[in-house]
């Protein structure tokens, strides 16, 4: 009964999303862009259950997002190019994650910003390769060889989003629910004791990390293909920064979470800076400032107080 | 019966302190060896060294035959040996069945992703365990919600539930209220007595020696000071005066 609501409400998340998209045209661009950084942040949850923060997981998403526009010059397919950059992703994640799952709380969240900073330098510097701040244009992309109109590469981008959202939602809910996950959450409390178990903290938390990364990817190659520009400031710490942002807004209780927290964030983004161009930054900060002051378990967790106190009334 | 753990010449300073300066200590497989002394004497380093969290300075550890020096508390785990702790260390957020379950979970293999950790059979054998404990009312409970006394047994049933064949336990009484305390000590003397688990405890009721250690070791500065059967270490008048703290002829009980 629970689990039929849950798909239900899924289902009805995503009818929102396509009639939103198709009554206002130019919101369907916005909500790919969102759902595609949802992807990049539910990364971020995961880490959030073992207490970590990485301020640097825009690394994963512009290594993917460059990645496909390197690809998409010599072949541009979307079905090949979005699952060889999203797990070439992966594998830098791993080699970094090596790394970095040694350290922890703020060694941890600064190695990755200082990982990502890096990244974004080659990227600027390397004007010949990537013609640095100027980004490169990607040509758009083909689907199973199709050749698509641009609206209805719009549309076929939103889907794509769209499915690798709920597939990633139900992943990372099966993951949490599983001993990995648990012992993931382990970590914030008493790493020690997993040791003392048999279990590896440090192994555990380079899984969770793997994936974030994998997600990240996707989220990147998504991003890459809708805007059909990539630039250095993809890789830049305050794109990190907003991903964990749109991580505290949206709530880490629940795999919607992200999604939701990235989709007011974009929509807060996007008209803030229609009504007031100068001071969108400061909307942004003041929504983050009244979330974590009043609605400490984000958006989602401010849904679900509402629910609860009307089934009791 | 035959040496399950033994340590050999073990030393380890903290800076001036001498936790272990010259520890030699055999346990047999299937006693309760009970571990007496005052504070500071390395009774927990002894713990600490025989679990892999402290390396010795100099000295052997074997277990079963095996040398386990430079071994990591997870390797150490895995070949048999689990630890109870004085502070109990639980996750906090989450309860007490799920505790127990990642126990159980992390004995047959923690990386199978797809299927939920409170699965039937984990949480089968999660429930049976605390059934033996009697925290089977408490199974729902978050564990930073529990009473010092059923933190403590908790944090013994994880210990359990990896099902080891040594069992080291630091203070498993500490912090159990004096009234429960041999109820406490009674049940888990029987869960381990039933699955043949070799014990190792420190404790300082020396009313709960008396009943369940098979032989007593007592600790002072690092040094094991005598060893024996309760009996005849009990009344040693060196060990009633500078461990127990108590003239000759005083009852025992009134150490605590």
Not at chain 1, 119 to 142: M, Q, V
Request: charged letters at 15%.
């Amino acid at each position: 009964m629970r689990r039929a609501g849950e798909v239900l409400l899924v289902l009805l998340a995503a009818a929102l999303v396509l009639v939103v998209a198709w009554t206002v045209p130019w919101l369907r661009f916005v909500l790919t862009i969102a759902l595609a950084k949802g992807l990049a942040v539910l990364g971020i949850l995961l880490l959030l259950r073992a207490g970590q923060v990485s301020f640097g997981h825009a690394l994963y998403l512009a290594f993917a997002a460059y990645a496909i526009a390197f690809g998409a010059a010599r072949v541009p397919e979307t079905l090949l190019l979005l699952p060889l950059a999203a797990i070439g992703a992966a594998l830098l994640g791993l080699l970094v994650g090596l790394f970095v799952v040694r350290y922890r709380e703020i060694f941890f969240g600064m190695l990755n910003l200082a990982l990502s900073m890096v990244f974004y330098s080659l990227l600027e510097k390397f004007y010949s390769i990537t013609h640095g701040t100027d980004g490169i244009r990607l040509p758009p992309t083909t689907f199973a060889g199709q050749v698509l109109d641009p609206e209805t590469q719009g549309w076929a981008m939103l889907c794509l989003a769209l499915l690798l959202s709920i597939l990633f939602a139900v992943l990372v809910r099966i993951y949490l629910a599983s001993p990995i996950g648990q012992a993931l959450a382990g970590i914030k409390t008493r790493e020690a004791r997993l040791e003392f178990m048999g279990i590896s903290g440090r192994r555990v938390l380079l899984s969770a990390y793997v994936l974030s990364t994998l997600m990240a990817g996707c989220g990147g190659a998504v991003l890459a293909m809708t805007t059909r520009h990539v630039t250095p400031a993809l890789s830049y710490w305050t794109a990190s920064g907003e991903l964990v942002f749109i991580a505290i807004l949206g709530g880490s209780g629940s795999v919607a979470g992200p999604f939701l927290g990235a989709v007011a964030y974009e929509l807060t983004r996007v008209y803030a800076a229609a009504l007031v161009a100068d001071a969108w930054q400061m909307v942004l900060g003041a929504v983050l400032l009244l979330v974590i002051l009043f609605a400490p378990g984000g958006l989602w967790g401010m849904g679900r107080a509402l629910v609860g106190r009307r089934r009791q009334a | 019966m035959s040496v399950l753990l033994s340590a050999r010449g073990l030393r380890i300073a903290f800076g001036g302190l001498k936790a272990a300066d010259g520890i030699d200590l055999d346990v047999m497989e299937g006693e309760f060896l009970a571990i007496i002394g005052p504070n500071g004497a390395g009774k927990t380093t002894f713990i600490n060294m025989a679990t892999g969290y402290l390396k010795p300075q100099a000295g052997q550890i074997t277990y079963a035959g095996r040398n386990i020096l430079g071994m990591t508390p997870r390797q150490i785990v895995r070949l048999g040996v689990a630890r109870s702790f004085q502070l109990p260390q639980l996750f906090t957020e989450h309860t007490v069945l799920e505790n127990t379950a990642l126990a159980v979970a992390a004995r047959e293999g923690v990386w199978s992703p797809f299927a939920p950790l409170l699965r039937p059979r984990f949480r089968r054998e999660a429930e049976e365990v605390l059934d033996r404990f009697g925290l089977l009312p408490l199974a729902g409970q978050r564990a930073d919600g529990l009473n010092e006394g059923a933190r403590k047994l908790a944090d013994i049933a994880m210990a359990v539930a990896l099902r080891p064949r040594l069992l080291l336990m630091d203070e498993p009484t500490s912090g159990v209220a004096s009234a429960d305390k041999m109820g406490v000590v009674e049940t888990l003397a029987r869960v381990l007595r039933q699955s043949g688990v070799t014990a190792v405890f420190v404790e300082h009721d020396m009313d709960v020696v008396a009943r369940f250690a098979d032989r007593v070791a007592v600790w002072g500065q690092g040094r094991i000071m005598a060893l024996g059967p309760p009996e005849q270490v009990l009344n040693d008048p060196d060990v009633r005066r500078d461990v127990i703290g108590i003239g000759p002829g005083e009852a025992s009980h009134a150490a605590a």
